[in-house]
């Protein structure tokens, strides 16, 4: 459930995000008389990416893992269920097998809200992602 509930929470920031962008750009077209033209989409570039070694239990090396899986970001790393990522970990060989993935995706979506002092308090509970 709480799994869902993450989801529909992850959903609704990424959704706000994007119409935020999406109307900053509108307007920014409009204010330089370009009122008709859409905004050119901007390709993803690598500074998209988080810093994934911010949550817990997450050094460079799953930091790297991750993104070579296509979780770049805490909204992905939120969005992903922990037995996809203990799969993940486990193709990465044993020296990832002592990571323990199952708080990441609470982590990251804390991250992601930006909440900051909830990410604290949470990962005061926490050794070593657990």
Not at 11 to 39: E, R
Not at 65 to 88: M, R, V, Y
Request: proline share 4%; hydrophobic share 50%; no cysteine.
């Amino acid at each position: 459930m709480l799994g869902l509930i993450t989801f529909a929470v992850l959903t609704v920031v990424l959704w706000w995000a994007l119409q935020n962008q999406l109307d900053t750009g509108l307007q920014a077209a409009h204010d330089h008389g370009h009122s008709h033209a859409a905004p050119a989409a901007k390709p993803l570039a690598k500074s998209a990416a988080d810093d994934l070694t911010k949550i817990e239990g997450i050094g460079p090396a799953i930091r790297k893992l991750l993104a070579e899986h296509g979780i770049a970001t805490f909204a992905a790393l939120a969005a992903s269920q922990p037995a996809a990522i203990e799969k993940i970990l486990e193709a990465g060989g044993s020296r990832f097998n002592v990571a323990d993935a199952g708080s990441w995706p609470q982590q990251a979506a804390l991250a992601a809200k930006g909440d900051w002092a909830g990410l604290k308090k949470l990962q005061d509970k926490l050794t070593g992602g657990r």
